[in-house]
């Protein structure tokens, strides 16, 4: 009976000598709980830096809008060509040219009129005011639509400096109009306008 008892006794000591060694590399009696990695040479598997983007991030960034440009000259601080958005306005050139020069015409281009790609915007000096607003030489006092410059093709109805770089350009692409309906062959010169006008231009 004793040798038993014994033996009992000593397999108990150490059954609570392996608990306490299994207790003990598991953190104690603190509830932590430890995770067991896979070795120094196990190969841990990380996202993509694709799978961590949004659908946002994913998305292709849209194409820049294409600038317009525009050789802003005359009576303004900084003469040049600016780069400007699609539907910008002759405020937006003359601002990218510093503003107004001191003895600048501040009331002849019309400064809510949209710009194009490749317009010469000239703003004309104070000096400038009595020839640009006398009578445009032509036949009659007609406007010569072949031979007027921008100052001139801007005193008719509809035409400002846009439609007058237009006009001009026009004729250097394509030589004189034949005939004062030709007018209607430059971009953005439609019928309504060419009523207006039809009754102030030659091409004598």
């Known amino acids: 009976m004793k040798k038993r008892k014994k033996a009992k006794m000593a397999a108990a000591a150490l059954w609570w ?3 306490g060694l299994t207790l003990g590399g598991c953190g104690g009696d603190t509830g932590e709980v430890l995770l067991v990695g896979r070795g120094e040479d196990a190969e841990v598997s ?14 292709p960034a849209e194409s820049p809008v294409a600038e317009v440009y525009v050789y802003v000259c005359g009576a303004v601080q900084k003469p040049g060509v600016v780069a400007l958005m699609p539907g910008s306005r002759a405020q937006d050139a003359l601002e990218a040219a510093g503003g107004f020069a001191a003895d600048a015409w501040r009331e002849y281009v019309n ?3 949209e710009v194009t790609d490749g317009e010469k915007l000239y703003f004309p000096w104070l000096d400038e005011a009595e020839s640009l607003l006398a009578p445009p030489e032509g036949k009659d006092g007609l406007v010569n639509i072949n031979t007027a410059d921008a100052a001139a093709l801007q005193t008719l109805p509809g035409i400002g400096a846009s439609r007058a770089g237009d006009i001009l350009s026009y004729r250097e692409a394509n030589g004189a109009f034949e005939k004062p309906e030709d007018i209607m062959k430059v971009p953005g010169i439609k019928d309504s306008v060419y009523q207006k006008l039809k009754d102030k ?4």
Do not use: H, N
Not at 46 to 52: E, H, K, N, R, T
Not at 201 to 204: A, G, W
């Open 46 to 59: 990380l996202p993509s830096p694709a799978q961590g983007m949004s659908a946002r991030e994913e998305t």
């Open 17 to 19: 000598a392996v608990l």
């Open 111 to 113: 400064l809510a009129q």
């Open 201 to 204: 231009i030659t091409v004598d």
